[in-house]
């Protein structure tokens, strides 16, 4: 296989990982973060109960807080390739016009030599 195919293959395949996320119908959804777990419910019926709401509050909270970051460095992921994309096409776009403004000033050159 040529290196070059290999070298552009691993390289179209690190920029599809870093897109973390996916985007339909306006909402966006981290891909790798898992579910997002319920808060659980507080339960007043007795001291026992109550004790026990708290201890699943406090190990929900830690869990939570792991999905929670995951969100985050996934939108940035994402926020940034977005940025990228559109700076690369703003410069592509740019190019063009300079491209063309150069073949315009040349045959306008052609043109009023004739």
């Known amino acids: 296989m040529n290196r070059n195919l290999i070298l552009a293959i691993t390289l179209l395949t690190a920029n599809l990982a870093s897109q ?3 985007l339909a119908n306006g909402q966006w959804q981290p891909a790798n973060c898992g579910q997002k777990i319920p808060a659980p419910a507080v339960n007043s019926k007795s001291v026992e109960d109550f004790n026990q709401s708290i201890k699943d509050i406090n190990a929900w909270q830690a869990k939570a807080q792991t999905y929670y ?15 990228k994309a559109a700076n690369a096409a703003q410069d592509e776009f740019k190019q063009e016009v300079q491209r063309v403004q150069k073949e315009a000033e040349t045959g306008i050159v052609k043109v009023e030599k004739n």
């Not at 992921?77 to 977005?82: F, L, Q, S, V």
Request: charged share 10%; net charge negative; glycine share 6%.
């Open 69 to 83: 970051n995951c969100v985050v460095t996934e939108a940035n992921a994402d926020n940034n390739a977005i940025a």
């Open 20 to 22: 973390a996320g996916s």
